[in-house]
């Protein structure tokens, strides 16, 4: 089992608004190969699958908004780390015995400097109708969405590896109840998981091109009886693209399915089972091999900590976290490039938000800047392409709030922004460049991208120190030169 350790020092470680842009018209979509048609009929309502601050001044908006839009048309490592030494809790709280003022005297006081404020931004319209499961595919060129409202929903496919983005609605004969999912993949189709008359049902969605004008095409792909069963849902997209997995949640153990890819190219296919009810699911590398998933062992002592399951093997499963003999333990976010890993833990005390790197010796760290949102923010993406530089990874993040956090641990320093007006489901993508892209419909803007950039912390500056003043000598005694 991999343990972490407590680091002394006081902290706990373990071992803008969216603008209303103008587009061309909506282009086609691609072509993508037809394939059987239908759906089954007598779809039943099921219950929506289970879902995966004061502190700090909100820093000044200094990144860089801007806004594209269009139309509608083998076993597991160590789990460690932290790369910098950084002094969380070695210090008392800002507040005992007062900050530093500049000119007060004391050589090597750093206070930061003074940063202009930003011109404010243009108002943009109300948010528009209520829209949920937005996807992103793993290379981030497609998306995936339940358009509509109330009992008219129907699947929508976004494109976003082009100039602009648009958007293809891929709608069926009977419109989609509000608990399906979806899944983008990087080919171009649009998994959907239904659930039909005591089973799940699955199926890829494509526009079909037909020479009749614009139609949806259907391709099954099988389903999972429903008995026994408390919840079946899809997991985040396959690092490949081409792959995607669900988790069904039974009684005493949680089955992980195939249901696209080489291993499902007969239909949906059980993989194995993990002891205990698991939720969230984080791929670990790049090749899809090794899945983290946060298990809570109903048997035992009922806690909550990641184990990781090697999908390419014998379906091993092995323990990956466990911070504190006592601790609830989770993994948010990974980047297999860097390592860098985000985890939430009750280890220091309470629910905070911590970093580590895969592998590393070093211990996680909690850092300060992230403590008054520990308990509820969610991290949704982190910069890709920073190999061996978790420090250098900018991390996105949905604060309790509603608005979005922009963090690096190089930086020590969290940056809080408003959400985007029509932001879609609290998730986003980072390109390597450092630009993170925000999702947002609206209703004059149906399909819409805000590009953010992490701003830069404000620099320190050294006060000197004031030399003492030198007491007046009256001109009596003041001594004479030269006598």
């Given at each position: 089992?991999?343990?972490?350790?407590?680091?002394?020092g006081?902290?706990?470680?373990?071992?803008?608004?969216a603008?209303?842009p103008?587009?061309?018209?909506e282009?086609a979509?691609?072509?993508d190969?037809?394939?059987?048609e239908?759906?089954?009929?007598g779809?039943?309502?099921?219950?929506?699958p289970?879902?995966?601050?004061a502190g700090?001044?909100p820093?000044p908006e200094?990144?860089?908004v801007?806004?594209?839009?269009?139309?509608t048309?083998?076993?597991?490592?160590?789990?460690?780390g932290?790369?910098?030494?950084?002094a969380?809790g070695?210090?008392?709280?800002e507040?005992?015995g007062?900050p530093?003022?500049p000119?007060?005297?004391i050589?090597?006081?750093?206070?930061?400097?003074?940063v202009?404020?930003?011109p404010?931004?243009?108002?943009?319209?109300?948010?528009?109708p209520?829209?949920?499961?937005?996807?992103?595919a793993?290379?981030g060129?497609y998306?995936?969405?339940l358009?509509?409202?109330?009992e008219?929903?129907?699947?929508?496919?976004?494109t976003?590896?082009g100039?602009?983005?648009?958007?293809?609605?891929?709608p069926?004969?009977?419109?989609?109840?509000?608990d399906?999912?979806l899944?983008?993949l990087?080919?171009?189709?649009?998994?959907?998981?239904r659930r039909?008359?005591?089973?799940?049902?699955?199926?890829l969605l494509?526009?079909?091109g037909?020479?009749?004008g614009?139609?949806t095409?259907?391709?099954?792909l099988?389903?999972?009886?429903a008995a026994g069963?408390?919840?079946?849902r899809?997991?985040p997209?396959?690092?490949d693209?081409r792959?995607?997995?669900?988790l069904?949640?039974?009684r005493?153990?949680?089955?992980?399915?195939?249901?696209t890819?080489?291993?499902a190219?007969?239909?949906p296919r059980?993989?194995?089972?993990?002891p205990?009810?698991?939720?969230?699911?984080?791929?670990?590398?790049?090749a899809?091999?090794?899945l983290?998933l946060?298990?809570?062992?109903r048997?035992g002592?009922?806690?909550?900590?990641?184990?990781?399951?090697?999908?390419a093997g014998?379906?091993?499963?092995?323990?990956l976290?466990?911070i504190?003999?006592?601790?609830?333990?989770?993994l948010?976010?990974a980047d297999?490039?860097?390592?860098?890993?985000?985890?939430?833990s009750d280890?220091?005390?309470?629910?905070?938000?911590g970093?580590?790197v895969l592998?590393?010796p070093?211990p996680?760290?909690?850092p300060e800047?992230?403590?008054?949102v520990?308990?509820?923010?969610v991290?949704f993406?982190?910069?890709?392409?920073?190999?061996?530089?978790?420090?250098g990874?900018?991390v996105?993040m949905?604060l309790?709030?509603?608005?979005v956090?922009?963090?690096r641990?190089?930086?020590?320093h969290l940056?809080?922004?408003?959400?985007?007006?029509g932001?879609?489901g609290?998730?986003?993508?980072?390109?390597?460049?450092g630009?993170l892209?925000?999702?947002?419909?609206?209703?004059?803007?149906?399909?819409g991208?805000v590009?953010?950039t992490v701003?830069?912390v404000?620099?320190?500056?050294?006060?000197?120190?004031v030399?003492?003043?030198?007491?007046?000598?009256?001109?009596?005694?003041?001594?004479l030169?030269?006598r």
């Amino acid at each position: 089992m991999t343990t972490c350790a407590i680091e002394p020092g006081g902290t706990a470680a373990p071992a803008g608004p969216a603008p209303r842009p103008e587009g061309p018209e909506e282009p086609a979509g691609p072509r993508d190969p037809a394939g059987p048609e239908g759906r089954p009929e007598g779809r039943s309502d099921g219950s929506a699958p289970d879902a995966a601050g004061a502190g700090e001044s909100p820093a000044p908006e200094t990144g860089a908004v801007a806004a594209e839009g269009s139309r509608t048309a083998p076993g597991p490592p160590a789990v460690d780390g932290d790369a910098e030494a950084e002094a969380d809790g070695q210090a008392g709280p800002e507040g005992e015995g007062g900050p530093v003022a500049p000119g007060a005297g004391i050589e090597g006081a750093a206070v930061p400097a003074a940063v202009p404020a930003p011109p404010p931004l243009p108002p943009v319209p109300a948010p528009g109708p209520e829209f949920t499961g937005f996807a992103l595919a793993a290379d981030g060129s497609y998306a995936a969405r339940l358009a509509g409202e109330g009992e008219a929903r129907y699947p929508e496919r976004w494109t976003l590896d082009g100039p602009e983005p648009y958007a293809v609605p891929l709608p069926m004969e009977q419109p989609e109840e509000a608990d399906s999912e979806l899944l983008a993949l990087a080919d171009g189709r649009v998994l959907i998981h239904r659930r039909v008359a005591g089973r799940h049902l699955f199926a890829l969605l494509y526009p079909s091109g037909a020479a009749g004008g614009p139609r949806t095409g259907e391709l099954a792909l099988g389903g999972i009886e429903a008995a026994g069963l408390s919840r079946v849902r899809l997991l985040p997209p396959a690092p490949d693209g081409r792959s995607s997995y669900a988790l069904a949640v039974g009684r005493d153990s949680t089955e992980i399915w195939c249901l696209t890819g080489e291993a499902a190219a007969d239909g949906p296919r059980r993989l194995t089972a993990v002891p205990g009810d698991c939720a969230g699911g984080i791929w670990l590398d790049r090749a899809g091999r090794t899945l983290a998933l946060d298990r809570t062992d109903r048997q035992g002592d009922g806690r909550t900590r990641t184990v990781a399951v090697d999908l390419a093997g014998e379906a091993e499963t092995a323990p990956l976290l466990q911070i504190g003999e006592d601790s609830e333990d989770r993994l948010l976010l990974a980047d297999p490039d860097s390592g860098l890993l985000l985890i939430r833990s009750d280890a220091p005390g309470e629910p905070r938000l911590g970093w580590g790197v895969l592998g590393s010796p070093r211990p996680v760290r909690f850092p300060e800047c992230l403590r008054p949102v520990g308990a509820d923010a969610v991290p949704f993406a982190v910069q890709p392409g920073q190999v061996l530089m978790p420090e250098g990874c900018a991390v996105a993040m949905r604060l309790g709030d509603g608005g979005v956090g922009l963090w690096r641990p190089v930086d020590k320093h969290l940056f809080r922004l408003g959400a985007p007006a029509g932001w879609l489901g609290g998730t986003g993508l980072w390109t390597r460049e450092g630009v993170l892209r925000l999702p947002y419909a609206l209703p004059g803007a149906a399909c819409g991208v805000v590009r953010l950039t992490v701003p830069q912390v404000p620099p320190e500056v050294r006060v000197a120190a004031v030399a003492a003043a030198t007491r007046p000598v009256p001109l009596q005694q003041a001594p004479l030169a030269g006598r």
